[in-house]
Nanobody
């Protein structure tokens, strides 16, 4: 599975961004897709994931501000990020996982990362 991410950029605090991640290749093997982020000097952390069945999981700190949804016809997953704060500044990575264990332990395919910068 290959993943192409886009939609990053710079925004002022309080603004919104929508990222997108499109999967290609062996898309029928995908069980779930997700987004993670990594800020400078920090570990990669969960943003949100969504399974083929539509089950979502969010980082507790992002609930209410971020929403993940997918367009199965386009093999694309979108995190809608609202009320952005400077602490959301990070490189955002999309992922695709073949099963529940892959989702749980983050085994799978990864996109190239897209920078999101939120200024105060």
């Amino acid at each position: 599975v290959q993943l192409q991410a886009s939609g990053g950029g710079s925004v002022q605090a309080g603004g919104s961004l929508r990222l997108s991640c499109t999967a290609s290749g062996n898309i029928f093997s995908i069980y779930a897709m997700g987004w993670y982020r990594q800020a400078p000097g920090k570990q990669r952390e969960l943003v949100a994931t969504i399974t083929n069945a539509g089950t979502t999981n969010y980082a507790d700190s992002l609930k209410g501000r971020f929403t993940i949804f997918r367009n199965n016809a386009k093999n694309t997953v979108y995190p809608q990020m609202n009320s952005l704060i400077p602490e959301d500044t990070a490189v955002y990575y999309c992922s695709a996982h073949n099963n529940e264990l892959g989702l749980r332990y983050r085994f799978g395919s990864w996109g190239q990362g897209t920078q999101v910068t939120v200024s105060s």
